[in-house]
């Protein structure tokens, strides 16, 4: 529960000092919110709709970056969060 607080504090308030770390990568620079389904397609700012990511994996998730994250697997990272 602590991780969703975190995450969503940092969607409003991300900053060099409110680093967290990444959910998908485990890496400790994780620093921006990725809307899983995006915004411009109808994504919501529920936190089951934002994922905390470093820029690597951020870049990955918008294909930009290969190898690419699917919505698929950004998902069960969601739903594993709740088990
Ligand atoms: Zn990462």
Known sequence: ????IEIYTNYFN???????NCE?????????I?????KSRGGND?????????KQCHLRS???LEPYITEKQL????????E
């Open 1 to 4: 529960m602590k991780k969703y």
């Open 14 to 20: 991300i900053g060099e000092q409110d680093r967290f």
């Open 24 to 32: 998908y990568c485990c890496a400790n620079n994780g620093s921006e």
């Open 34 to 38: 990725h809307h899983i389904k995006y």
């Open 46 to 54: 529920e936190i089951e709709n934002l994922i905390g990511l470093c």
């Open 62 to 64: 918008h294909n930009q």
């Open 75 to 82: 998902l069960k990272i969601i739903k594993n969060r709740n």
